[in-house]
């Protein structure tokens, strides 16, 4: 079944329809996000927790336009759905003929540069691995499309593969809300990396599109082990760690670190000391919101702060409107939150001081 030929029953008789992921177990405050910045909207669970596809009451292009706008937090990647084909009676070659049909009909793809991005919504979806199916979707394009490439490419084909159908479409890479492949974004572990907090600074990095080269001094609260720290001095900064914990032997080394052993409670600076404020203490959301805007004094105007918000609560949509304002309350502007890829049950805000 091509979807392009079903008719919705929608009230203004426009829709459209995507692919939609979160981080696993988020998927129903992705839901809701959508729900309520575009009122109703239908969605089918294709992987439980993690992946479902929304049908919207808006235009493809409206709905990207408002998403990209207004940046979701827990919806991480999105891919418009131009194609479903039914996968009947278990024949998953039948289905991967058909799809190959009708991409070789899509005028856009010829002599493009194209990143095919295919994933499993399950083990058993597909026989082989994602990869395999990227290349079977590769071989059948290699005649119309320019190069294959894995970054920057005009346009992105998405497949998602489930036991009962492939779902696909095509689109530019800005528009999924992530380039990468269903937005898991990934980092080769480094040899004596500390942490793999690491992982998510590095991420608020490329999807925040932060230079942290262009700080000076750094205020790294809950810093140890210290992976969050040894970026910052790999950035270049110099880093003031703070906590009760010990920090990685490793660090201790770099004349750039002053570490204070202490609860961040009991820790006095400089006003206007720093340009840059972490804070990373999988601790109440609550009580870390008070803990960072008491130091606050010691961030300067026109600073950063990045901070994670552990979800503790059922209710996190309420939660994480709870401390932004109170981060907005202490004059810190909110830049992006998101839940990142690196993020388990947390997200993260990037904010400015005014
Ligand atoms: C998730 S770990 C931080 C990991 C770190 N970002 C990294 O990259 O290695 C949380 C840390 O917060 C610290 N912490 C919790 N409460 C704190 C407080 N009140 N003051 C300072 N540190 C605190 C803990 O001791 C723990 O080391």
Redesign the pocket.
């Known amino acids: 079944m091509n979807s392009q030929d079903e008719i919705e029953n929608t009230p203004t008789g426009i829709s459209s329809r995507f692919i939609c992921t979160a981080n696993h177990g988020f998927a129903p405050y992705a839901q809701e996000e959508l729900r309520r910045k575009f009122g109703s909207v239908k969605s089918t669970v294709l992987l439980p927790g993690e992946i479902f596809l929304g049908t919207l009451d808006v235009s493809s292009q409206e709905a990207i336009e408002r998403l990209r706008m207004e940046q979701p937090i827990f919806l991480r990647h999105i891919f418009p759905v131009q194609y479903q084909i039914g996968i009947v009676e278990g024949n998953k070659d039948n289905a991967m003929l058909q799809l190959t049909a009708c991409l070789q009909h899509l005028p856009e793809l010829r002599g493009a540069q194209v990143t095919v991005q295919a994933r499993k919504a399950g083990q058993d979806s597909w026989e082989g691995t994602s990869t395999d199916l990227k290349d079977e979707i590769q071989e059948g394009l290699k005649e119309l499309v320019h190069e294959f490439v894995v970054k920057e490419a005009e346009l992105i084909v998405s497949v998602l593969a489930t036991d009962k159908a492939l779902y696909a479409g095509i689109s530019s890479p800005q528009d999924n809300l992530s380039d990468w492949n269903g937005g898991a974004v990934r980092f080769q572990k480094e040899e004596g990396q500390?942490?793999r907090?690491?992982f998510k600074l590095l991420e608020a990095e490329r999807v925040f599109g932060i230079d942290f080269t262009a700080f000076k001094e750094a205020l790294d609260?809950?810093?140890?082990?210290?992976?969050?720290t040894s970026f910052l001095l790999e950035r270049g900064l110099r880093v003031t760690a703070?906590?009760?914990?010990k920090m990685h032997p490793s660090l201790m080394e770099s004349d750039r670190l002053t570490y204070l052993n202490k609860?961040?409670?009991s820790v006095k600076f400089r006003e206007n000391q720093f340009d840059l404020l972490v804070c990373?203490?999988?601790?109440s959301p609550k009580l870390t919101a008070k803990?960072v805007t008491a130091l606050l004094y010691s961030l300067v105007p026109g600073g950063t702060a990045i901070v994670t918000v552990k979800l503790l609560s059922k209710k996190p949509l309420a939660l994480i409107r709870e401390v932004m304002d109170t981060f907005e309350e202490a004059n810190l502007q909110i830049q992006r939150a998101k839940q990142l890829f690196h993020n388990r049950d947390e997200i993260t805000l990037y904010m400015v001081k005014y």
């Open positions: 500390i942490s907090a690491k609260i809950g810093a140890a082990p210290g992976g969050w703070v906590d009760p914990a609860n961040a409670d990373d203490m999988s601790w803990l």
